[in-house]
């Protein structure tokens, strides 16, 4: 699975073939803190975007001092309420690793890491269709955060 996250990372610089479906910027009806629980609150957030700039979402990073989890979660704002493949992945430093692969998605994809006192990094993906012979946008791979 991390041989697969690094690798969609290498080929975002690559053209791509364009996919089907609208880019149009829609309104997400989901938040962060909807998609990853009450109880998160928002460390940190990224764009999510093609090779040539165009953003598809934002990939956030949220805790939960109930859980001591850290969730990722890959928001869309193009190709909303499409079916296309929408990815997600989070690491943290003691080894727990956790992602959402393979699977199309309307609004957003999320993952889980129990991570307490521990550096986490994570990762968002968004396809502009329901195979990755469509165009890619890609978050870049985070620096580790929550580290202190």
């Known amino acids: 699975m991390i041989k697969r996250v690094f690798a969609a990372v290498a080929t975002a610089g690559l053209t791509l073939l364009a996919g089907a479906g609208s880019a149009d910027a829609a309104t997400n009806p989901y938040t962060a ?7 998160y609150y928002l460390q940190h ?33 193009a190709y909303v309420g499409a079916s296309t493949l929408t990815e997600v992945y989070i690491e943290s430093k003691n080894g727990a690793v956790d992602g959402e ?8 994809a999320n993952a889980y890491v ?23 946008a890609a978050s870049a791979l985070s620096g580790w955060h929550g580290c202190g």
């Open 45 to 77: 957030s990224m764009p999510v975007t093609t090779a040539s700039g165009a953003t598809y979402g934002r990939v956030y990073l949220m805790y939960s001092n109930t859980t001591k989890k850290n969730c990722a979660v890959t928001l869309k704002s």
């Open 33 to 39: 803190q909807q998609a990853c629980g009450s109880s």
């Open 101 to 108: 692969f393979d699977h199309t998605h309307l609004y957003y």
């Open 114 to 136: 129990y991570s307490p006192n521990d550096c986490v990094r994570y990762q968002g993906f968004i396809w502009s269709g329901a195979t990755t012979s469509s165009t890619l």
